[in-house]
Structure formats: structure tokens, C-alpha cells
């Protein structure tokens, strides 16, 4: 499985702008949590997960987003790094599956990301901190 994007929707009237998900099945999604970058600079790479999933969704600005596979018995790169962008602007949650380290970094000041995950904080001990100097660096990715 690799990470796909899901594209949802967006309907504007006189009342504002709504942006609907409406095949979007979220049954597996336990939690979530968001992330405000309040510059340009910050890189937050890389997490990798061998059995979570997660779900990115822009809810401000816009951020570049890599993920990559990865090899868990060396901690190494298993694939090409794929990039993605997304955008407020864009009705698009990226699904990360397991097995895959991801990494971004906002493009626009104060853009916000809505992180779901398929597990609980803490039902499971699944969190790789790869560093961009020993895994990948973010520039050559």
C-alpha cells in the first residue's frame, strides 16, 4: 500500500464555504491532533509508524508533505520519497499507511495540520524519530 490522497469536495454560497469528505470512511481514525507552524523554516521529518496510519488534512496554508517507506530491520529508506502539497485551498486528506515515515514543512505562515491516527496516544509503542541527518536529509529527499 502506498499513500493516497482523498479527494473531497468544496460548495461556496452567499452564507461561506464548505468542504465536505463525504467518501472519506473515518471508522478507523481513533484520534486526532493539529499542528500550527508559525513560519516557514520548520521541518518536522521524520516520524515513521510500522503499523499506524495516519491522515493529513490542511486546515490553514499550505504545507509540502514527504513520506517515504521504510526498512525496519536497518532504519533505512525502502523507496522513493513522494511529495505532495496541501492546501487549504484543496478538499484533500493524504493517507499515510503503515510501514512509511513522513515528514513536512508549512509553506505559508501559520498554516494548521490535522493529524488522525488509527491508534490511541499510547495503545501502542510505534513511533520512529528518523533524523534528517541519519535517515534523509529534507533538502536531498
Not at 43 to 55: F, L, N, T
Request: hydrophobic residues 35%; proline residues 3%; charged residues 25%.
Amino acid at each position: 500500500m502506498k499513500p493516497t490522497i482523498h479527494k473531497g469536495g468544496i460548495h461556496q454560497d452567499e452564507r461561506g464555504t464548505l468542504q465536505f469528505f463525504n467518501e472519506f470512511d473515518m471508522s478507523k481514525v481513533k484520534r486526532m491532533y493539529h499542528t500550527t507552524h508559525a513560519d516557514t523554516e520548520t521541518i518536522r521529518a521524520w516520524m515513521g509508524h510500522k503499523i499506524e496510519a495516519r491522515w493529513f488534512f490542511c486546515t490553514c496554508g499550505r504545507f509540502k508533505v514527504k513520506t517515504v517507506a521504510i526498512d525496519f530491520n536497518t532504519l533505512s529508506p525502502a523507496g522513493e520519497v513522494q511529495e505532495c502539497i496541501l492546501s487549504v485551498e484543496n478538499a484533500e486528506v493524504l493517507h499515510i499507511p503503515a510501514g512509511f515515515a513522513s515528514g513536512f514543512q508549512a509553506l505559508s505562515p501559520s498554516s494548521s495540520l490535522l493529524i488522525m491516527s488509527d491508534y490511541h496516544f499510547g495503545e501502542v509503542d510505534d513511533s520512529y524519530k528518523l533524523s534528517t541527518d541519519e535517515f534523509l536529509e529534507w533538502t536531498q529527499s
